[in-house]
């Protein structure tokens, strides 16, 4: 049998990338720059599989093809927003993502950021980098209690329990859920989390909010400027889940006038523009989208793409199949 035809669009862990070069017909894009939806089109015409990323785009153009050879998108990562699921599914063509590997290191960069922003580190470690410690005393970069005080977690999958697992069970923290389903109670039990109807319920509550649902239209600006203006002018936003679902420039002005405490991002609205606003704020915390990025949960993701590919061309029903 012929080995399909894979197309990978950014470099993977030299691990994963040998183990699907035993199994595939590999292609690698190894320039450091991202292919562009054009380039996705022309590779679906070639390829029997593409493995794109969150840095690509695959809007439903992409798919408006005279022949496509392409039969499934085996995402690497969970979120899938940046796939027209209906453009392919409309075409035939499968696609796939890599869920439960990446929940655990996500969850502890959400917990870097808001350990990191209420307890100024990012200030800190800047100071003294700078030269400008002058030494201990009571009164400096005093930050906010994370342990005990009320996260509110908005999107309760797979990481958004992950976090829970660490806020109430490691640092005592009150679980408050916002969720667009039912959460069962034998679930919320788990972090004694209570769930609320609404994100109007849940912001008022929190010393935390905490981010974890999917991108995409649905969830575009689901954080506004009117509901920065529901959080404590004390309360910490963290968002490591995608960039729009913030209204960055309602965030800036938000931290900049004390709406809220501060935030912690590891997402962005226009990654890797970074909106010129969130630069100077002292009371944000930002990182370059490394919520996956350990070597563990990254060669992790190639391995359960690898897996569904395998599945798919061998027959079988890949476990991760989103379209
Ligand atoms: C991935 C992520 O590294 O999986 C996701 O959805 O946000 C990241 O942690 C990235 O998406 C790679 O595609």
């Not at 996260?151 to 009150?174: P, S, T, Y």
């Not at 913030?246 to 501060?262: C, D, K, N, S």
């Amino acid at each position: 049998m012929t080995k399909p035809r894979v197309l990978v669009t950014r470099r993977w862990p030299e691990a994963v990338e040998a183990k699907m070069a035993e199994v595939f017909d590999l292609t690698i894009n190894r320039d450091d720059r991202p292919l562009g939806p054009d380039d996705i089109r022309a590779a679906m015409a070639d390829y029997d599989a593409v493995l794109p990323t969150v840095t690509d785009r695959l809007p439903a153009p992409v798919f408006d093809l005279p022949k496509t050879r392409t039969r499934i998108l085996a995402n690497y990562g969970v979120g899938f927003a940046h796939i027209d699921t209906e453009a392919a599914k409309s075409h035939g063509i499968a696609v796939t993502n890599t869920p439960d590997v990446l929940s655990e290191c996500t969850a502890d960069i959400a917990m870097t950021l808001m350990l990191m922003v209420a307890r100024r580190a990012g200030e800190g470690e800047r100071e003294l980098r700078e030269g400008r410690w002058t030494g201990w005393r009571p009164t400096h970069l005093i930050g906010t209690k994370v342990s005990g005080a009320t996260l509110g977690i908005i999107g309760f999958g797979r990481i958004g329990q992950a976090m829970a697992q660490r806020a109430h069970h490691g640092f005592g923290m009150k679980i408050l859920v916002q969720n667009r389903s039912k959460v069962a109670p034998e679930i919320l039990a788990r972090y004694n989390a209570v769930q609320v109807d609404t994100v109007e319920d849940l912001l008022p509550q929190c010393d935390f909010v905490s981010l974890h649902c999917p991108g995409g239209a649905a969830n575009r600006h689901l954080i506004n400027a009117r509901r920065l203006d529901l959080m404590k002018p004390t309360a910490f936003l963290i968002n490591t889940a995608r960039g729009e679902v913030v209204a960055e420039h309602a965030l800036a002005q938000a931290l900049w006038f004390g709406t809220i405490g501060g935030a912690g991002l590891d997402v962005f609205e226009r990654e890797p523009l970074i909106h010129p606003d969130l630069k100077d704020a002292d009371n944000l915390v930002m990182l370059p989208h490394l919520g996956s990025a350990t070597r563990e949960t990254r060669e992790g993701m190639g391995m359960r793409v690898l897996q569904n590919l395998r599945d798919f061309f061998e027959g079988r029903e890949p476990q991760d199949r989103v379209a």
